[in-house]
């Protein structure tokens, strides 16, 4: 990485309360605007805050990273059809496409012998080869399953019941499995000695 991108990114380590602000403040806007004037609301209120959050992170950081740019195309993109169809189902659709684009995404990284999660984490964790195409499977299959819980929630839950789930169930799942991940990483950390 060269030193102009690191200084780019050096903002991001140093203030990480604004950063997680920026991260969950769509999901946030998108909930307490559900709770107080419905799903149409809250979806528009999550459209805008998706460009807020993307325009805040070029502001402070001088970054745009892939995954929010894609999970901010397809909020426009979902969040568009349910007003234009004016149907719900859309935007709670969206979900179960972006985990299956990101899952998807991994598992063409991996059949071409190219674990793609290294690009995204690569500076945090050194993990050998075999490590990386551990992990890509395991997050590729977490977010089939994430795509799997979305579509049954959405499709036999009521629509509160799916707005709790996005905003409190969906994040705590992920954590939960990054945090299982642990075992994995150390097991297979790079010897970097010489």
């Known amino acids: 990485m060269s030193e102009h991108s690191n200084r780019r990114g050096a903002g991001v380590e140093k203030r990480p309360l604004i950063k997680l602000l920026i991260e969950l ?22 459209m805008a805050a998706t460009v807020v959050a993307l325009v805040a992170s070029w502001m402070l950081y001088r970054l745009l990273l892939p995954m929010p740019v894609v999970t901010a195309v397809l909020v426009g993109v979902f969040g568009g059809l349910t007003f234009w169809l004016d149907d719900p189902s859309f935007i709670k659709l969206k979900p179960t496409i972006i985990n299956l684009l990101f899952a998807g995404v991994l598992f063409v990284g991996l059949a071409l012998r190219k674990p793609l999660l290294k ?6 964790f050194n993990l050998t080869d075999e490590g990386w195409r551990r992990l890509s499977l395991r997050w590729a299959l977490f977010f089939l399953v994430l795509a799997g819980l979305n579509e049954l929630v959405w499709r036999n839950l009521s629509e509160a019941a799916w ?8 994040l705590p799942l992920t954590v939960l499995f990054a945090m299982a991940q642990l075992g994995l990483i150390k097991r297979h950390e790079a010897n970097t000695r010489a």
Do not use: D, H, M, Q
């Open 25 to 46: 403040g769509p999901l946030l806007a998108f909930f307490l605007g559900y709770a107080r004037a419905g799903i149409f609301w809250a979806t528009g209120i999550l």
């Open 119 to 124: 690009i995204v984490l690569g500076e945090a």
């Open 163 to 170: 707005v709790n789930f996005k905003v409190f169930g969906i």
